[in-house]
């Protein structure tokens, strides 16, 4: 009976070494030494959305401040565009974008409606996204047209 029950117990031990190593290797690949591949996190946009308008992003807005703004690694960040000219480069944080560069935005005298680049280079990346320039508006008031608000149409 003695042989036996050692003859068990080297039995149960033995298929529960063989069943734990086959459970551990069923349960998943084990850890991988390697560092993760890492990812260059960057963007370029023109203008940041607001509470109260949020269809600014990549849209040029007339008669009003524009901003390109960009998230990149690395020195002398620079905007180019064909349709705009920057200055004022300012480092970040900026509320409402995760981005570590902004300038100023300025329309080239001349440029129709339309869609164009703007493009970020730094630290040897680059990141490009399209933004859209709205028609412009009526720049002199036909002669005779009615002047809301000034009181020559009431009777």
């Known amino acids: 009976m003695r042989k036996t029950v ?12 063989l069943t734990g190593s086959a459970m551990a290797q069923s349960t998943g690949a084990a850890p991988s030494t390697s560092p993760a591949p890492k990812t260059a996190a960057g963007m370029v946009q023109l203008n940041v959305n607001t509470a109260i308008n949020q269809s600014l992003v990549d849209k040029y807005v007339r008669d009003a401040p524009n901003v390109a703004l960009a ?36 329309l080239k005298p001349g440029t129709p409606a339309g869609t164009y680049p703007l493009t970020v280079t730094c630290g ?12 412009s508006q009526v720049a002199k008031v036909p002669s005779g047209a009615a002047k809301a608000g000034d009181g020559s149409m009431a009777g």
């Open 6 to 17: 050692v003859f068990v117990a080297a039995a149960v031990i033995g298929a529960t070494t």
């Open 71 to 106: 998230k990149c690694e690395g020195p002398s960040p620079a905007f180019s565009s064909p349709a705009l000219t920057f200055t004022n480069y300012t480092p970040g944080p900026f509320m409402g974008a995760d981005a570590n560069i902004s300038a100023d935005a300025e």
């Open 124 to 135: 040897g990346q680059t990141y490009t996204t399209q933004f859209t320039v709205p028609a």
